[in-house]
């Protein structure tokens, strides 16, 4: 289920999951073969370092970790302190433009407050390499407003623009609904920032002042996954609620809807107007219903797999499937859909083409898709 469910491990998918070397749900016709190169405990994010033989990866709980090819993982001492549980911990990770240069890199968490409270947060460092990797100066630059009770919807996924100049932060909004609606708060928005945490200059909502200076759209309600398109197009990927999870062309000062819209239901079964019923709000792309419940998502630029060149591949938790979709104009269709019998939490395009996806939970194996090299029945 996607919302708070998208955090519970799945009984049916711990039967079907494979300790070889080749993800469960193989039967042969499958235009991959998976390589498994690494396990982690409740692994969330991936980001190559520059080459890829190396990456950084989160763990849920709070731990970074630093894996090279041939050599293991070792910790990154300096991660922050993270409210653990539920969907909350360590997030998402993504190297600075200038990464080659100053070494910076990006880390998103859920961070603890007073009476129970936490929020997402994001902070920035520079990652010191080396037999004991470490991140030096680690400074919180970007806060959720305000911090509320609860384990879930953080979002926290972070996008630089192609150019480099913005820093783009999904907030989800933390279970609460009415905040996505809200202009006076940064919950259930997606924000715009420039790389210092600092509102962006031109943001849609500037005039009103305050935190509604960094909104760039609203009406989002927990957004794990946020791209930029070949064409430089930002787009999400959200949780619905018990049905449509959706795949949104983000543009700025948009109304994506939440919680006056949706594809799918409340849990208790109360009926949400569809999103059809408002033309004046921000269309989908694509919904679904059932969900699959996604993890993370990418755009594929390689060559190793021509068929996939421009689609979105989904991560799918609930749904253990890698989805694969085809853009078309600002509209979205599935092509196929690609069964690991395992939650999938991250997705993430090495720079030789290949593909690389995090499985969910404790033992998350990280696994390498590479072409056949036999011919398939497709």
């Known amino acids: 289920m996607a919302g708070f469910r998208e955090s519970l491990v799945l009984p049916l998918a711990l039967a079907l999951a494979s300790c070889g070397a080749s993800a469960a749900g193989d039967d ?67 190297l600075a433009p200038d990464f080659a240069a100053s070494g910076t890199v990006y880390l998103s968490w859920a961070e603890p407050g007073p009476n129970g409270t936490a ?77 210092d945490g600092t509102p962006a200059p031109g943001n849609p909502f500037a005039a009103k002042g305050g935190v509604s200076a960094q909104i760039w759209s609203y009406g989002h309600r927990n957004v794990l996954g946020l791209k930029f398109d070949a064409a430089g197009r930002l787009w999400d990927l959200e949780h619905g609620p018990r049905g449509g999870d959706e795949l949104n062309l983000v543009k700025p000062g948009l109304n994506y809807g939440w919680p006056l819209v949706s594809d799918g239901d409340h849990y208790d079964g109360r009926a949400i107007p569809r999103n059809r019923t408002r033309p004046d709000l921000a269309q989908p792309a694509i919904t679904w219903n059932p969900v699959i419940a996604p993890g993370d998502f990418i755009f594929y630029r390689g060559a190793m797999f021509p068929r996939w060149q421009g689609h979105a591949l989904i991560a799918g938790l609930a749904s253990g499937a890698l989805v694969d979709v085809a853009i078309e104009g600002d509209k979205a269709r599935e092509v196929t859909r690609h069964d690991f019998g395992q939650r999938l939490r991250e997705i993430v395009e090495h720079p030789d083409g290949s593909v690389w996806i995090l499985e969910d939970g404790p033992g998350g194996r990280l696994l390498r898709l590479t072409p056949r090299t036999q011919p398939t029945n497709q």
Do not use: C
């Open 28 to 94: 042969g016709t499958r235009p991959f073969q998976t390589t498994e190169m690494g396990k982690f405990e409740e692994p969330w994010a991936l980001a190559f370092l520059p080459g890829g033989a190396s990456a950084l990866v989160t763990e849920k709980a709070g731990t970074l970790k630093l894996w090279r090819k041939g050599a293991g993982t070792v910790t990154v001492s300096g991660a922050p302190k993270v409210a653990y549980g539920g969907q909350g911990g360590l997030g998402d990770v993504a």
């Open 119 to 195: 929020g997402a947060a994001l902070g920035r460092a520079r990652l010191v390499q080396g037999p004991s990797p470490r991140l030096d100066g680690l400074t919180v630059i970007w806060r959720q407003d305000r911090k509320v009770t609860g384990e879930g919807h953080f979002s926290h996924r972070i996008a630089f623009s192609p150019d480099g100049k913005f820093l783009f932060v999904s907030s989800g909004e933390r279970q609460k609904f009415t905040p996505a609606q809200d202009l006076g708060t940064n919950l259930g928005k997606v924000v715009r920032l420039l790389p």
